[in-house]
């Protein structure tokens, strides 16, 4: 009987572990490269100019990733950093991505500091055009394909809108999500984008996924 209660406690304390070395194995092998841009905890690198990717929806990362890869994003010639992500990601296959993708969306994110001034009472105004796409509290849509917003740099999400104002990313003709976007940020001047990037990042709504 003793004997019995032994074995049943070594099982229940070897559960745990097991888990553990099941959540080691199953992490993507190419995570150390993406980490070595994008940080150990996928909090984004300013000086590399990488962004945040913790706990961004896995079906935005994944179609940003095939984006890359089918050279819908990261081909233009001024677009030297969507070039050098695409060549990062080139030759890993499909199932690893979305894996990546999967892995990544599950890491928690983490407040980003400021480095963008901008009047939070015009961005918020601004903000009421971002709302109906991206969420109520910039958490992102699924369904309409909208990105999260909150969680990530604001000198990353600047870049991003003037990528999108210039052509840089948006105007592949395949790319159908960023051409929706890039409608959107031809509406506003350089100031009215800080200023709601600023409201963003300030008021930092949420920084739950959807
Ligand atoms: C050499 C540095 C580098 C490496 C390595 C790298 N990235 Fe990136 N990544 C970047 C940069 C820079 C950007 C922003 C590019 C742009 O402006 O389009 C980016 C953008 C992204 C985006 C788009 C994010 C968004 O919000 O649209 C995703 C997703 C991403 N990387 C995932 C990965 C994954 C997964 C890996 C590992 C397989 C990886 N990256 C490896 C530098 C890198
Ligand atoms: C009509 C719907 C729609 C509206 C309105 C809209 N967006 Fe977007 N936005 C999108 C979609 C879709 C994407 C994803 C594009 C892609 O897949 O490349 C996106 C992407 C972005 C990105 C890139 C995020 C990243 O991680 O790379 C930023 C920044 C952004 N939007 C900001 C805004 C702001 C600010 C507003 C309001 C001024 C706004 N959007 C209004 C649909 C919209």
């Known amino acids: 009987m003793i004997r019995l209660r032994v074995f049943v406690a070594i099982i229940f304390l070897a559960i745990p572990y097991t888990k553990l070395f099941a959540d080691a194995v199953s992490e993507p092998s190419s995570i150390i490269l993406c980490q070595s841009c994008h940080g150990y905890q996928f909090q984004g690198n300013k000086d590399l100019n990488a962004p945040a990717l913790a706990g961004l929806s896995q079906w ?3 179609r940003q990733l095939l984006n890359y890869k089918n050279g ?5 010639s001024e677009d030297i950093l969507g070039q050098t992500m695409r060549l990062s990601i080139l030759n890993i296959s499909n199932a690893e991505l979305n894996a990546l993708a999967a892995y990544i969306s599950k890491i928690a994110s983490q407040k980003q500091e400021i480095s963008i001034k901008g009047d939070v009472g015009t961005g918020k105004f601004v903000f009421e055009h971002c709302m ?3 969420g109520e509290f910039g958490e992102g849509d699924k369904t309409i394909g909208a990105p999260r917003l909150t969680g990530q740099s604001d000198w990353y999400l600047y870049q991003q809108l003037i990528n999108f104002q210039k052509g840089i990313r948006g105007q592949h003709p395949n790319d159908l999500y960023g051409r929706q976007m890039k409608d ?3 509406m506003f001047n350089d100031q009215m984008l800080k200023d709601v990037i600023n409201y963003i990042t300030v008021t930092n709504m949420s920084v ?3």
């Open 72 to 76: 819908i994003r990261g081909t233009n």
């Open 208 to 210: 739950n996924d959807d």
């Open 184 to 186: 959107m940020a031809d």
């Open 132 to 134: 109906s796409c991206h």
């Open 60 to 62: 935005y990362s994944y």
